[in-house]
């Protein structure tokens, strides 16, 4: 059975770069049928996709965060990662990193989530 | 960019009603676009696929239809453990792009 963890701190300072890792278990992330993604849920609101990415490492970003984000691959460990730079109050959310399958672009596994306060 | 509404934003119904979502787009989107469930403090769930497929091991009283601008989810008979938000989400493939709809709220009355 896949799973996915989400892995990195729970506190992040305005202005600093938050920084997410996803461990992918019980399958390769090196699959061909798939994209791994990043998504995120503010308290109360609904989901906003942030970017995905294929392991070969070609990357896809929402443009509202394209300048902010950066996620990256890592075969080797079955990972994926997120930064997200300059961050504000309003990127405190839930995140959740997804497997997105490739033909109809749905995310079909999910991590747990991890919720990520932005304070000082 | 895409923008997906959703309607109506939440609803109320008693156990064993149909229940019926709307989700519309801002331009043709043919079936490029996917249901989820999400239960209070859970990650969502996928139930529907390329607006009327069915994911595997999803409930049949779980349905989708429509492409276009204009798609409808509907639960035949709402049952208890139903009690969820649910989100519409698009997708573009060139280049790939993923925007959700603002979610339906669903209650028992």
């Known amino acids: 059975q896949l799973q996915l963890q989400e892995s990195g701190p729970g506190l992040v300072k305005p202005s600093e770069t938050l920084s997410l890792t996803c461990t992918v278990s019980g399958g390769s992330i090196s699959s061909s049928s798939y994209y791994w993604g990043w998504i995120r849920q503010p308290p109360g609101k609904g989901l906003e996709w942030i970017g995905s990415?294929?392991?070969?490492?070609?990357?896809y970003y929402n443009p509202s965060l394209k300048s902010r984000v950066t996620i990256s691959v890592d075969t080797s460990k079955n990972q994926f990662s997120l930064k997200l730079s300059s961050v504000t109050a309003a990127d405190t959310a839930v995140y959740y990193c997804a497997r997105l399958r490739l033909e109809q672009l749905a995310f079909d596994y999910w991590g747990q989530g991890t919720l990520v306060t932005v304070s000082s | 960019d895409i923008q997906m509404t959703q309607s109506p934003s939440s609803l109320s119904a008693s156990v064993g009603d149909r229940v019926t979502i709307t989700c519309q787009a801002s331009?043709?989107?043919?079936?490029?676009l996917n249901w989820y469930q999400q239960k209070p403090g859970k990650a969502p769930k996928l139930l529907i696929y390329?607006?009327?497929n069915l994911e595997t091991g999803v409930p049949s009283r779980f349905s989708g239809s429509g492409s276009g601008t204009d798609f409808t989810f509907t639960i035949s008979s709402l049952q208890p453990e139903d009690i969820a938000t649910y989100y519409c989400q698009q997708y573009d493939n060139l280049p790939p792009g993923i925007t959700f709809g603002p979610g339906t709220k669903v209650d028992i009355k």
């Open positions: 331009q043709d989107i043919s079936n490029y």
């Open positions: 990415i294929y392991y070969s490492g070609s990357t």
């Open positions: 390329d607006a009327s």
